[in-house]
């Protein structure tokens, strides 16, 4: 967090990813988030919360370089004397612009649209868009079976679960990422795998069945 911050923004769509996961597992991610935004560093091993909170994370991040933008506005606005002051009702037109042909006397009235506020507007409802697809994205593959993917890469759903966060952290600022459906951008994550980073192999111990559970 930034000097003096206080708040962060928490966004209401994160309710999906919080309820696809089991109550003790929802109850850690949201004291490793709170641990992250105090700047105490926190570990974990489990790699489900290590998926989930990354692009909440990389959300965080986004959110602060913004804020940190604001501010320096600010600085640079508060030294040259702040913002000008709103031109009275009756003023007169500073700036030699025609008023009413019928009423020559009446002032023209100019409205000002502040950009920087309707930029940060736009800005936000485009990542917000982006990150809501990619939580829908993280869960519909959470919902489906994948053992034998599973199987053919030598890993779990945990860790493939964690590469599909990395991969959508890579892709997420693609035109390709905004425009392809929920389920074509998992297609293209097992192409991704296949041809560019395959997921990390996970040792799975496993007995002949006629050993026995002793």
């Known amino acids: 967090m930034a000097k003096n911050k206080k708040s962060f923004i928490l966004y209401c769509d ?7 996961l089991p109550d003790d597992v929802a109850g850690k991610l949201i004291k490793h988030l709170f641990e992250y935004v105090n700047d105490e560093n926190p570990k974990t091993d489990e790699l489900i919360i290590k998926a989930v909170f990354e692009p909440i994370k990389q959300q965080l ?3 602060l370089k913004k804020y940190e933008g604001i501010q320096d506005r600010n600085r640079t606005n508060g030294a040259k004397g702040g913002r000008p ?13 025609s008023g009413n042909p019928k009423n020559p006397k009446k002032p023209v009235t100019v409205t ?8 940060d507007n ?13 939580n ?72 002949a069945p006629w050993l026995g559970n002793n």
Do not use: A, M
Request: aromatic fraction near 10%; glycine fraction near 2%.
């Open 14 to 20: 994160y309710i999906h990813t919080f309820n696809q």
């Open 61 to 63: 991040k986004r959110d």
């Open 85 to 97: 002051k709103k031109p009275k009702e009756n003023q007169e037109n500073p700036l030699g612009l």
């Open 112 to 119: 000002v649209t502040d950009t920087d506020t309707v930029n």
């Open 122 to 134: 736009e800005v936000d409802i485009s990542i917000n868009k982006i990150e809501e697809k990619v």
């Open 136 to 207: 829908r994205v993280i869960k519909t593959f959470g919902e489906t079976n994948y053992d034998s993917n599973v199987r053919h890469y030598k890993t779990s759903k945990e860790e493939l679960t964690s590469h599909l966060s990395r991969f959508l952290e890579i892709k997420k600022s693609d035109d390709t990422f905004k425009n392809k459906p929920y389920n074509n951008i998992i297609t293209w994550f097992w192409n991704w795998c296949n041809s560019t980073s395959k997921p990390k192999e996970v040792r799975q111990e496993t007995k």
